[in-house]
């Protein structure tokens, strides 16, 4: 009688342990290639991924991934469902009115990519096409600013960089506008694809979280020190094969974009 006790206690009390939980919950949006993006293992993987990793190590925090589409990145982060947010997101002032950033990481720009046997070889080439672009990406925005300019006659919107790269092929759509990194990454074996014009934007990425976020500070010493002891040229080098630019956010510490 007692041992049954005894087991109905222990019974209990094991369902009465809490769950693990990682420190931080870092929202993603996975399948955007060479930040974050699911390996033939189905890991996630990335230069973003490998910088994020390094800080929670820095700063003895664990991390659990979750798979969030762009565009609701930033209502994850606002509302507290997610302590960081990454999918090379560009620092805007429109978004730091509600968001925060660490210091930049990542110098870019925006480009247009086309089928290689395409006529469409400029953004002139455009005029009267349909462009994809990433929904609410600075992309997006671009287009929204400059569509009359190129007179582009429709705009596709997508979730991540591979069903737009699906509707290039299909032909669904004539041209696509992203960033550049991410789609030199993704045609380097893929020549029935051509990047056809880099778009000067001077956009920066970093990793995003709410305002008044109790690690912030910390987090972005971290980054300051991984610039400094070559830790994040390594991962740029891994993941970009080239050495990052001397003077570009990748190795240079920066201030804090407010």
Not at 83 to 94: E, R, V
């Amino acid at each position: 009688m007692k041992a049954k006790v005894m087991l109905g206690m222990f019974m209990t009390a094991a369902v009465a342990l809490p769950t693990w939980a990682a420190d931080w919950t870092v929202g993603a949006n996975v399948g955007n290639v060479p930040w974050e993006f699911q390996d033939k293992k189905g890991d996630i993987v990335g230069f973003e991924v490998d910088v994020v990793k390094e800080v929670a190590k820095r700063a003895g925090k664990t991390v659990e991934f979750i798979n969030i589409p762009f565009n609701g990145l930033f209502s994850a982060v606002q509302s507290n469902r997610v302590d960081i947010a990454i999918s090379s997101i560009t620092i805007t002032p429109k978004r730091l009115e509600s968001v925060a950033f660490a210091q930049p990481y990542y110098d870019s720009d925006q480009s247009l990519t086309a089928l290689s046997t395409s006529k469409v070889k400029s953004l002139d080439d455009m005029n009267g096409k349909v462009v994809g672009v990433d929904t609410g990406s600075t992309g997006d925005m671009w287009v929204g600013t400059h569509k009359g300019e190129y007179k582009f006659a429709d705009v596709s919107r997508y979730e991540g960089l591979s069903p737009a790269m699906l509707d290039l092929a299909s032909g669904r759509i004539d041209g696509y506008i992203s960033d550049i990194p991410a789609l030199q990454y993704y045609i380097k074996d893929k020549p029935q694809y051509s990047v056809v014009a880099r778009i000067p934007t001077g956009e920066r990425y970093s990793l995003m979280h709410a305002k008044g976020w109790a690690m912030a500070d910390e987090v972005n010493d971290i980054i300051s020190k991984m610039k400094e002891d070559g830790t994040m040229g390594k991962f740029h080098q891994q993941w970009f094969g080239a050495e990052a630019d001397k003077d570009s956010s990748t190795v240079k510490v920066t201030a804090v974009l407010k």
